[in-house]
Nanobody, 126 residues
Framework: QLQLVESGGGLVQPGGSLRLSCAAPGFTLDYYAIGWFRQAPGKEREGVSCISESGGNTMYADSVKGRFTISRDNAKNTVYLQMNSLKPEDTGVYYC???????????????????WGQGTQVTVSS
C-alpha cells in the first residue's frame, strides 16, 4: 500500500515562502501523478496543483498561479510544492495525493486520486 508523507509546513508571515515535500518511503513514484490539495477550516478541500508522472505536465489553481511551483525528483521519490508570496488565505492543511496514471495525465479533482498523505499545516499570519 502506497503511503505518502508530507513535510515542510509551518508558520510564515504574509509574503514569505515555504517548500512542501511529498515522499513515499519504500515506493517509487515514477508511475504516479501527484496532486497537492488544501483544506482550510470550514471550507471544502481545494485542488492547488498537480504534476504528471514524468513531470512534463502541470496544472495550477487560479488562486496560486504565478506564486506556487510544483516539481518532482523521481530519483529521490519526492514531489515539491514551492510556495512564494504567501497570503493569509493560503492557510490550511496541505495534502499530497497520488494516482497511477497515463502519460501526462493531471487533475485537480481530489476524487480521482486513490492515495493520500496525512497532511501538513501551513499557517500564514503576521
Amino acid at each position: 500500500q502506497l503511503q505518502l508523507v508530507e513535510s515542510g509546513g509551518g508558520l510564515v508571515q504574509p509574503g514569505g515562502s515555504l517548500r512542501l515535500s511529498c515522499a513515499a518511503p519504500g515506493f517509487t513514484l515514477d508511475y504516479y501523478a501527484i496532486g497537492w490539495f488544501r483544506q482550510a477550516p470550514g471550507k471544502e478541500r481545494e485542488g492547488v496543483s498537480c504534476i504528471s508522472e514524468s513531470g512534463g505536465n502541470t496544472m495550477y489553481a487560479d488562486s496560486v498561479k504565478g506564486r506556487f511551483t510544483i516539481s518532482r525528483d523521481n530519483a529521490k521519490n519526492t514531489v515539491y510544492l514551492q510556495m512564494n508570496s504567501l497570503k493569509p488565505e493560503d492557510t490550511g492543511v496541505y495534502y499530497c495525493a497520488a494516482e497511477v496514471s497515463a502519460t501526462n495525465w493531471v487533475s485537480l479533482s481530489g476524487d480521482e486520486y486513490d492515495y493520500w498523505g496525512q497532511g501538513t499545516q501551513v499557517t500564514v499570519s503576521s
